[in-house]
């Protein structure tokens, strides 16, 4: 079993950035891929990033490639979405979340495990 808490939500002008961590606690993460997803009302959950723990690959949404890195700090087991040049579209609930194996997949169904989500919020 994996517990996720996300912190580093908050409000933020557009073109400003924010860092979002992600804390994963109970095992170790190198079987794992971790992902960033959002949500914003109205809408459905949808991908943001991904990262192979192990080996370190990573992909990236179309909307956000080139403005967002995903990394992760193996010394703190912590996943990282730095956030740049931030949009009013990117509001939405951020969630952490986490799979078993080796593929990137953008499918929420893939991940069993995920956090409780924090807000980012971007202001024109």
């Known amino acids: 079993q994996v517990q996720l808490v996300e912190s580093g939500g908050g409000l933020v002008q557009a073109g400003g950035s924010l860092r979002l961590s992600c804390a994963a606690s109970g095992r170790t993460l190198s079987p794992y891929v971790m992902g960033w997803f959002r949500q914003a009302p109205g809408k459905e959950r949808e991908f943001v990033a991904t990262?192979?723990?192990?080996?370190?690959?990573?992909s990236y949404a179309d909307s956000v490639k080139g403005r967002f890195t995903i990394s992760r700090d193996n010394a703190k087991n912590t996943v990282i979405l730095q956030m740049n040049s931030l949009k009013p579209e990117d509001t939405a609930v951020y969630y952490c979340a986490g799979r078993s194996g080796s593929r990137h997949y953008v499918d929420t169904l893939a991940y069993a495990y995920w956090g409780q989500g924090t807000q980012v919020t971007v202001s024109s």
């Open positions: 990262i192979n723990w192990r080996i370190g690959s990573s």
